[in-house]
């Protein structure tokens, strides 16, 4: 069963930026695609932003479209989240999720957007204040 391992949250000044990190425990492109997704207090998880592990096509929330970078390493097995011009509403438990391909996952697009993961991290949290 595949671990991911989230890393590089913390406590951030609005403008400031940020990258997450996602471990997986095993080869990445044995999967689909890796998504970042994230929960605020009171909210409803949302997609963040995902990348197909075979030839890097990307998909990003319109919230943070042009401000976070995501990227893969296949050879390091990890995805990570270059967020920049952090703001407040950035501020939640940020999770990565790996998803197969098949069913309605065909797209990264609908990764994100379906909120759909085979396996996830246990998140880490980004805070950011004004």
């Known amino acids: 069963q595949l671990q991911l391992v989230e890393s590089g949250g913390g406590l951030m000044q609005s403008g400031e930026s940020l990258t997450l990190s996602c471990a997986a425990s095993g080869r990445i492109l044995d999967y689909y695609a890796i998504g970042w997704f994230r929960q605020a207090p009171g909210k409803e998880r949302e997609g963040v932003s995902c990348?197909?592990?075979?030839?890097?096509?990307?998909y990003y929330a319109d919230s943070v479209k042009g401000r976070f970078t995501i990227s893969r390493d296949n050879s390091k097995n990890r995805v990570y989240l270059q967020m920049d011009s952090l703001k407040p509403e950035d501020t939640a438990t940020y999770y990565c999720?790996?998803?197969?391909?098949?069913?309605?996952?065909?797209?990264?697009?609908?990764?994100?957007?379906?909120?759909?993961?085979?396996?996830w991290g246990q998140g880490t949290q980004v805070t950011v204040s004004s």
């Open positions: 999720a790996a998803s197969y391909f098949g069913g309605l996952i065909t797209t990264v697009q609908a990764m994100c957007v379906i909120d759909h993961g085979d396996y």
């Open positions: 990348i197909s592990t075979n030839d890097g096509n990307t």
